[in-house]
């Protein structure tokens, strides 16, 4: 299985501060089929990137996704007030899917 | 609007079976793969497994833990994907997700809000 582990476990930034948001891979994932997810308390998780470095649709500019291999980060370039939530990363090439443990971005 | 509904979750004993229904709208439902998901309180995201559309087989995949106990199955008539739960745990206690996954890859693009199991005596 390919485990994922996601750095730092929480994240203390004010709004309007760059958010940066690692997810590291035990093996190489096939064709960088790596996604970001966003989930706030009570609702689904939300696609934000796909391909490591592709957005979802509707996905604003701030965010953005870059990485191969077993390296990989997701980007808030500005943080807005609806941003704070939890993070997760996920790799699809492979069964069984996996995700790392999450990271949260709190209002510092 | 693509949307999906999971229901079916409620307390149950160990040892004993529930199934849970994801019900699609929105978009052609023969034509897409469905998933499932889980998170158990406060825990991170837990893949359970998927079942591939009719044109590819309608074949399924299942993560280690529930293979064997668990069975997803389609009803493309009704737009509707199953997740069988027999020989339940306490560890299967979650909140439980189907996704339509996009891409050969089956990557999930739009998810459900979720029903939740609780396996209790």
């Known amino acids: 299985d390919i485990e994922l582990t996601q750095s730092p476990g929480t994240l203390s930034l004010s709004p309007g501060e760059r958010a940066t948001l690692s997810c590291r891979a035990s093996?190489?994932?096939?064709?960088?089929?790596l996604a970001w997810f966003q989930q706030k308390p009570g609702q689904a998780p939300r696609l934000l990137i796909y391909?490591?470095?592709s957005r979802a649709t509707g996905i604003p500019d701030r965010f953005s996704g870059s990485g191969s291999g077993t390296d990989f980060t997701l980007t808030i370039s500005r943080l807005e007030p609806e941003d704070f939530a939890v993070y997760f990363c996920?790799?699809?090439?492979?069964?069984?899917?996996?995700f790392g443990q999450g990271t949260k971005v709190e209002i510092k | 609007e693509v949307q999906l509904v999971e229901s079916g979750g409620t307390l149950v004993q160990p040892g004993r079976s529930l199934r849970l229904s994801c019900t699609a709208s929105?978009?052609?439902?023969?034509?897409?793969?469905m998933s499932w998901f889980r998170q158990a309180p406060g825990k991170g995201l837990e893949w359970v497994g998927f079942?591939?559309?009719?044109?590819?087989?309608?074949?399924?995949e299942y993560a280690a833990s529930v293979k064997g106990r668990f069975t997803i199955s389609r009803d493309d008539s009704k737009s509707i994907a199953y997740l069988q739960m027999n020989s339940l745990k306490t560890a299967d206690t979650a909140v439980y997700y189907c996704?339509?996954?996009?891409?050969?890859?089956?990557?999930?693009?739009?998810w459900g809000q979720g029903t939740l199991v609780t396996v209790s005596s």
């Open positions: 391909g490591a470095s």
């Open positions: 079942i591939r559309s009719n044109s590819y087989g309608g074949t399924t």
């Open positions: 929105g978009f052609t439902f023969d034509d897409y793969a």
């Open positions: 093996q190489s994932v096939s064709l960088n089929y």
């Open positions: 996704s339509r996954l996009i891409t050969a890859a089956g990557l999930s693009d739009f």
């Open positions: 996920q790799q699809y090439g492979r069964s069984p899917r996996t």
